[in-house]
Protein backbone atom coordinates (compact mmCIF):
# COMPACT_ATOMS: atom_id res chain seq x y z
CA UNK A 1 0.00 0.00 0.00
CA UNK A 2 0.88 3.83 0.10
CA UNK A 3 2.18 3.73 3.41
CA UNK A 4 4.49 0.36 2.87
CA UNK A 5 5.96 2.69 -0.27
CA UNK A 6 6.37 5.67 1.96
CA UNK A 7 7.85 3.35 4.22
CA UNK A 8 10.71 1.98 2.31
CA UNK A 9 11.36 5.09 0.61
CA UNK A 10 11.79 7.13 3.91
CA UNK A 11 13.96 3.92 5.56
CA UNK A 12 16.21 3.80 2.12
CA UNK A 13 16.51 8.08 2.63
CA UNK A 14 17.92 7.31 6.70
CA UNK A 15 20.09 4.91 5.44
CA UNK A 16 21.75 6.91 2.87
CA UNK A 17 21.68 9.83 4.88
CA UNK A 18 23.50 7.68 7.64
CA UNK A 19 26.09 6.37 5.13
CA UNK A 20 27.09 9.65 4.00
CA UNK A 21 28.55 10.25 7.41
CA UNK A 22 31.49 8.75 8.09
CA UNK A 23 31.96 9.91 11.73
CA UNK A 24 28.07 8.82 12.75
CA UNK A 25 29.33 5.72 11.24
CA UNK A 26 32.56 5.45 12.75
CA UNK A 27 31.31 6.60 16.44
CA UNK A 28 28.35 3.83 15.69
CA UNK A 29 30.06 1.26 14.99
CA UNK A 30 34.09 1.78 16.00
CA UNK A 31 33.45 3.25 19.34
CA UNK A 32 31.62 0.26 20.68
CA UNK A 33 34.79 -1.86 19.57
CA UNK A 34 37.10 0.43 21.43
CA UNK A 35 35.15 0.30 24.70
CA UNK A 36 35.20 -3.27 24.69
CA UNK A 37 38.88 -3.97 23.29
CA UNK A 38 40.20 -0.89 26.14
CA UNK A 39 38.12 -2.42 29.26
CA UNK A 40 39.42 -6.53 28.08
CA UNK A 41 42.61 -4.81 28.13
CA UNK A 42 42.96 -3.30 31.64
CA UNK A 43 40.48 -6.18 33.17
CA UNK A 44 42.04 -9.75 32.84
CA UNK A 45 40.94 -13.17 33.68
CA UNK A 46 37.76 -14.35 35.65
CA UNK A 47 35.61 -12.92 37.25
CA UNK A 48 35.38 -13.82 40.60
CA UNK A 49 33.34 -16.70 42.16
CA UNK A 50 32.72 -18.02 37.89
CA UNK A 51 34.26 -19.49 35.21
CA UNK A 52 33.18 -16.45 32.98
CA UNK A 53 35.89 -13.85 31.82
CA UNK A 54 35.64 -10.41 32.69
CA UNK A 55 36.14 -10.01 28.65
CA UNK A 56 32.91 -12.49 27.86
CA UNK A 57 30.90 -10.11 30.18
CA UNK A 58 32.37 -6.76 28.44
CA UNK A 59 30.79 -8.21 25.11
CA UNK A 60 27.50 -8.89 26.65
CA UNK A 61 27.34 -5.71 28.46
CA UNK A 62 28.01 -4.00 25.20
CA UNK A 63 26.38 -5.60 23.10
CA UNK A 64 23.32 -4.56 25.24
CA UNK A 65 24.38 -1.10 25.40
CA UNK A 66 25.33 -0.44 21.68
CA UNK A 67 21.62 -1.69 21.08
CA UNK A 68 20.30 1.06 23.53
CA UNK A 69 22.85 3.66 22.33
CA UNK A 70 21.65 3.30 18.22
CA UNK A 71 17.66 3.98 19.13
CA UNK A 72 18.57 6.45 22.00
CA UNK A 73 21.36 8.78 21.65
CA UNK A 74 22.06 8.43 17.99
CA UNK A 75 18.37 8.86 17.08
CA UNK A 76 17.68 11.64 19.38
CA UNK A 77 20.57 13.48 18.21
CA UNK A 78 20.14 12.96 14.78
CA UNK A 79 16.51 14.15 14.79
CA UNK A 80 17.50 17.16 17.38
CA UNK A 81 19.80 17.98 13.97
CA UNK A 82 16.52 17.69 11.64
CA UNK A 83 14.58 19.63 13.37
CA UNK A 84 16.91 22.68 13.52
CA UNK A 85 17.51 22.27 9.95
CA UNK A 86 14.09 22.74 9.00
CA UNK A 87 14.16 19.36 7.70
CA UNK A 88 11.15 17.97 9.86
CA UNK A 89 8.81 20.84 8.73
CA UNK A 90 9.69 20.68 5.05
CA UNK A 91 8.67 16.64 5.66
CA UNK A 92 5.42 17.30 7.48
CA UNK A 93 4.53 19.85 4.62
CA UNK A 94 4.71 16.69 2.32
CA UNK A 95 2.13 14.46 1.35
CA UNK A 96 3.96 11.73 3.14
CA UNK A 97 1.94 9.92 5.71
CA UNK A 98 4.07 11.28 9.35
CA UNK A 99 3.71 7.25 10.30
CA UNK A 100 6.33 6.77 7.67
CA UNK A 101 8.84 9.16 9.04
CA UNK A 102 8.30 7.45 12.34
CA UNK A 103 8.71 3.78 10.73
CA UNK A 104 11.88 4.61 8.69
CA UNK A 105 13.67 5.43 11.86
CA UNK A 106 12.42 2.27 13.37
CA UNK A 107 13.95 0.66 10.15
CA UNK A 108 17.33 2.07 10.55
CA UNK A 109 18.16 1.32 14.12
CA UNK A 110 16.98 -2.04 13.77
CA UNK A 111 19.26 -2.52 11.07
CA UNK A 112 22.18 -0.73 12.98
CA UNK A 113 21.33 -2.51 16.13
CA UNK A 114 21.71 -5.85 14.11
CA UNK A 115 24.95 -4.60 12.58
CA UNK A 116 26.28 -3.53 15.52
CA UNK A 117 25.17 -7.31 17.58
CA UNK A 118 27.21 -9.01 14.70
CA UNK A 119 30.06 -6.91 14.59
CA UNK A 120 30.43 -7.29 18.49
CA UNK A 121 29.78 -11.15 18.99
CA UNK A 122 32.32 -11.41 16.01
CA UNK A 123 35.09 -9.93 18.48
CA UNK A 124 33.56 -12.40 21.22
CA UNK A 125 33.86 -14.94 19.60
CA UNK A 126 37.16 -14.41 17.32
CA UNK A 127 39.04 -12.66 20.55
CA UNK A 128 37.60 -13.44 23.82
CA UNK A 129 36.12 -17.23 24.03
CA UNK A 130 32.79 -16.18 23.71
CA UNK A 131 30.38 -19.81 22.70
CA UNK A 132 28.03 -19.15 20.09
CA UNK A 133 24.48 -20.42 21.44
CA UNK A 134 23.83 -23.55 19.87
CA UNK A 135 19.89 -23.67 20.78
CA UNK A 136 16.67 -22.52 19.58
CA UNK A 137 15.47 -21.46 22.98
CA UNK A 138 18.52 -18.70 22.90
CA UNK A 139 18.23 -17.43 19.69
CA UNK A 140 14.36 -17.26 20.41
CA UNK A 141 15.53 -15.19 23.46
CA UNK A 142 17.69 -13.25 21.54
CA UNK A 143 15.15 -12.17 19.24
CA UNK A 144 12.68 -11.00 21.64
CA UNK A 145 15.27 -9.07 23.86
CA UNK A 146 16.77 -7.50 20.69
CA UNK A 147 13.30 -6.23 19.78
CA UNK A 148 11.53 -4.72 22.64
CA UNK A 149 15.20 -3.06 24.17
CA UNK A 150 15.32 -1.98 20.40
CA UNK A 151 12.16 -0.67 20.29
CA UNK A 152 11.83 0.82 23.63
CA UNK A 153 15.52 2.58 22.91
CA UNK A 154 13.64 4.26 19.66
CA UNK A 155 10.58 5.41 21.62
CA UNK A 156 12.57 7.11 24.15
CA UNK A 157 15.17 8.09 21.60
CA UNK A 158 12.08 9.98 19.56
CA UNK A 159 10.78 11.38 23.33
CA UNK A 160 14.47 13.00 23.95
CA UNK A 161 14.72 14.09 20.31
CA UNK A 162 11.39 16.14 20.99
CA UNK A 163 12.81 17.76 24.06
CA UNK A 164 16.22 18.27 23.44
CA UNK A 165 16.17 21.56 21.73
CA UNK A 166 19.75 22.27 20.84
CA UNK A 167 21.68 20.19 17.94
CA UNK A 168 24.97 21.37 19.84
CA UNK A 169 23.87 20.94 23.39
CA UNK A 170 22.04 17.19 22.34
CA UNK A 171 25.50 15.04 22.71
CA UNK A 172 26.40 16.24 25.91
CA UNK A 173 22.78 16.39 27.23
CA UNK A 174 22.40 12.73 25.76
CA UNK A 175 25.80 11.17 26.53
CA UNK A 176 26.51 11.91 30.11
CA UNK A 177 23.49 10.28 31.86
CA UNK A 178 24.03 7.33 28.72
CA UNK A 179 27.50 6.33 30.50
CA UNK A 180 26.90 6.71 33.72
CA UNK A 181 23.83 4.44 33.45
CA UNK A 182 26.43 1.97 31.83
CA UNK A 183 28.27 1.97 35.09
CA UNK A 184 25.58 1.13 37.16
CA UNK A 185 23.55 -1.60 34.73
CA UNK A 186 26.22 -4.45 34.17
CA UNK A 187 27.69 -2.56 31.18
CA UNK A 188 31.63 -2.69 33.06
CA UNK A 189 30.64 -3.71 36.05
CA UNK A 190 29.44 -7.15 37.56
CA UNK A 191 25.82 -5.99 39.32
CA UNK A 192 26.91 -8.27 41.99
CA UNK A 193 29.83 -6.08 42.58
CA UNK A 194 27.27 -3.00 42.78
CA UNK A 195 26.20 -1.50 45.81
CA UNK A 196 21.99 -2.71 46.14
CA UNK A 197 21.03 1.70 46.12
CA UNK A 198 22.43 1.67 43.00
CA UNK A 199 20.87 -1.49 41.44
CA UNK A 200 17.30 -0.18 42.57
CA UNK A 201 18.25 2.55 40.64
CA UNK A 202 19.84 0.88 37.61
CA UNK A 203 16.12 -1.33 37.27
CA UNK A 204 13.86 1.33 37.19
CA UNK A 205 16.14 2.00 33.32
CA UNK A 206 15.43 -0.80 30.39
CA UNK A 207 19.07 -0.81 30.43
CA UNK A 208 19.97 -3.34 33.19
CA UNK A 209 17.54 -5.48 32.00
CA UNK A 210 18.77 -5.75 28.43
CA UNK A 211 21.90 -6.30 29.45
CA UNK A 212 20.81 -9.42 31.61
CA UNK A 213 18.58 -10.44 28.24
CA UNK A 214 21.61 -10.16 26.61
CA UNK A 215 24.06 -12.20 29.70
CA UNK A 216 21.37 -15.37 29.57
CA UNK A 217 21.58 -15.25 25.58
CA UNK A 218 25.81 -15.36 25.25
CA UNK A 219 26.99 -16.50 28.56
CA UNK A 220 26.59 -19.73 30.08
CA UNK A 221 24.08 -20.98 32.75
CA UNK A 222 26.81 -20.90 35.14
CA UNK A 223 27.52 -17.06 35.34
CA UNK A 224 23.69 -16.74 36.55
CA UNK A 225 25.84 -17.14 39.93
CA UNK A 226 26.83 -13.64 39.54
CA UNK A 227 23.72 -12.16 39.00
CA UNK A 228 21.75 -10.78 42.74
CA UNK A 229 18.60 -12.58 42.02
CA UNK A 230 21.02 -16.02 41.17
CA UNK A 231 18.80 -15.77 37.77
CA UNK A 232 18.47 -14.01 34.54
CA UNK A 233 15.22 -12.85 35.37
CA UNK A 234 13.94 -12.97 31.97
CA UNK A 235 10.02 -12.36 32.95
CA UNK A 236 10.90 -9.34 34.74
CA UNK A 237 13.23 -8.65 31.64
CA UNK A 238 10.00 -8.93 29.54
CA UNK A 239 7.87 -7.23 31.58
CA UNK A 240 10.32 -3.88 32.37
CA UNK A 241 10.79 -3.50 28.29
CA UNK A 242 7.36 -3.93 27.38
CA UNK A 243 6.62 -1.13 30.22
CA UNK A 244 9.61 1.08 28.69
CA UNK A 245 8.29 0.54 24.98
CA UNK A 246 4.44 1.65 26.55
CA UNK A 247 6.20 4.21 28.30
CA UNK A 248 8.31 5.48 25.57
CA UNK A 249 5.65 5.47 23.28
CA UNK A 250 3.64 7.72 25.22
CA UNK A 251 6.32 10.28 25.70
CA UNK A 252 7.06 10.28 21.69
CA UNK A 253 3.52 11.55 21.35
CA UNK A 254 3.76 13.72 24.25
CA UNK A 255 7.20 15.50 23.23
CA UNK A 256 7.76 15.05 19.55
CA UNK A 257 7.90 18.39 17.55
CA UNK A 258 8.36 18.88 13.89
CA UNK A 259 8.70 22.16 14.39
CA UNK A 260 11.21 24.62 16.33
CA UNK A 261 10.33 25.61 19.46
CA UNK A 262 8.49 29.01 18.90
CA UNK A 263 7.13 28.06 15.33
CA UNK A 264 4.51 25.44 16.77
Known amino acids: GGLGRAVRARFGSE ?6 EPAAVGFTLLF ?12 DGTVEGSTVTYSQLYVAGI ?5 MSVGFTSLAIGITAEREEGMLKRLAGTPMPKAAYFLGKVGLVLVLGIVEVAVMFGIGTALFGLS ?3 DATRWATFAWVFVLGSAAATMLGIAAGGLIGSAKAAPAILNVPFVALQFISGVFIPESQLPSGVRAVASLFPLRWLCKGMRSVFLPDSAQSLEVAGSWELPACAAVLVAWCVGGLILSLVFFRWNKRGQD
Open 63 to 67: IASSV
Open 132 to 134: VPT
Open 15 to 20: LRGFLR
Open 32 to 43: PVMMLLLFASIF
